[in-house]
């Protein structure tokens, strides 16, 4: 057995894989996954099939030479903020400069539909220093409201798959990671919009969004994970914001990048920030 994204797969299912890519060459990875989930059952406690799961799983088989997948249809390795060029809809708002303590209610609310979809994009394409990338298999976009005005936008992933510090944090085995690796979630964007200056508004937004996003994620994906991961690139940012909000800085990263395979420094080495969502986290994971 062989484990990907919290699931056992056998030798004969991996052939599988490879048999119908023979036959068919050409055939996608979306209509891909969503044929595997079919033939084995492979679905959500709402029993919609886990196809965006079954595609990450996917991706790490062919990384790990045992499939090949036809060419992804995103020829572009550059897919930031040329797709959403800014609008008037994204220009500056009122500004904001009092502190956390004397604004009104905070609200975090699920982007949903493609008209609050594509603004988001846009609010992170023109205002983020990494700019819009699109997010892979399991996640979540929130856009952070004080009364009716947006004051951040907020996302969450796929982990990395392989990290020094955070598996020695954890005292995870190689087992124990491939196995349990979707309990992990990776908070891939975080933006407070440039004309907002709250001090302790970042913190705060941290704090929320740790006890709403795992009621969200079992509603969306039928499972809770048990523990957050951040990068921060320490030569543009202390990381005060995840400090405060009793993060903890495990190390830092190789300059590798979250998916690569590669041994040589690619990207800013970043440090490492965890937050654990419930306090056996590392019993759940090394189970």
Known sequence: MTVYCGRDF????????RDLMQENPDLKRSPLSRRLCELWNWTKPNGE???????VALLRMQADGLVTLAPSIHRSSNRRAAHFPATQASDPQTPIKAPVHELDALTLRLVNGTVNSRLWNEYIARYHYLGYT???????????????????????????????????????Q?????KNLQLVVNNARFLILPWINSKGLASKILSRVARQLPKDWFNRYGFRPVLLETFVEFERHRGTCYKAANWINVGRTTGRGKKSLSHRQLIPVKDIWLYPLQRNFAAVLCQ
Do not use: N
Request: glycine residues 6%.
């Open 174 to 178: 190689e087992h124990q990671r491939q």
């Open 49 to 55: 099939l886990k196809d965006m799961t079954c595609r």
């Open 134 to 172: 699109p997010l892979s298999g399991a996640q979540m976009r929130y856009s952070v409201f004080v009364g009716e005005q947006l004051v951040a936008c907020i996302s969450f992933g796929a982990s990395a798959w392989k990290l020094k510090e955070r598996e020695r944090f954890i005292g995870w």
């Open 10 to 17: 056998s030798a004969e299912e991996i052939q599988m894989i």
